[in-house]
């Protein structure tokens, strides 16, 4: 069975992609930031994308990785940079140690 980690699983997009990957039979974990909660059958992985441990823990096992995770908009630019370049630098590190089979991002 197939198990994908989603990251921005309660965000806009994640948050409907999960279901639908749980209703056809994937396991699937999601990145999400702490007290923030998940469907049914997911299992929650909270944590910052900023942090490379969390997340070198949270692709080990998975065969795919969906990167949802963002931030949009905010009074303080430098989280913008934070979360979505060196967030996306963090996760692709961690993919990088680890044989999956392949990620999605977002365009």
Not at 81 to 97: F, T, Y
């Amino acid at each position: 069975m197939m198990t994908i980690l989603v990251t921005g699983g309660t965000g806009l997009v994640g948050s409907r992609l999960l279901p639908r990957l749980v209703a056809v039979g994937i396991h699937c974990r999601a990145l999400v930031r702490a007290g923030k909660t998940v469907p049914p059958g997911v299992m929650a992985v909270q944590g910052d994308i900023l942090d490379p441990a969390l997340l070198a823990a949270a692709v080990k096992g998975v065969d795919a990785v969906v990167h949802l995770a963002a931030v949009l908009r905010t009074p303080e630019p430098e989280k913008i940079w934070a979360v979505n370049l060196e967030g996306a630098r963090n996760l692709i590190a961690a993919v990088n140690n680890h044989d999956l089979h392949s990620v999605i991002l977002p365009l």
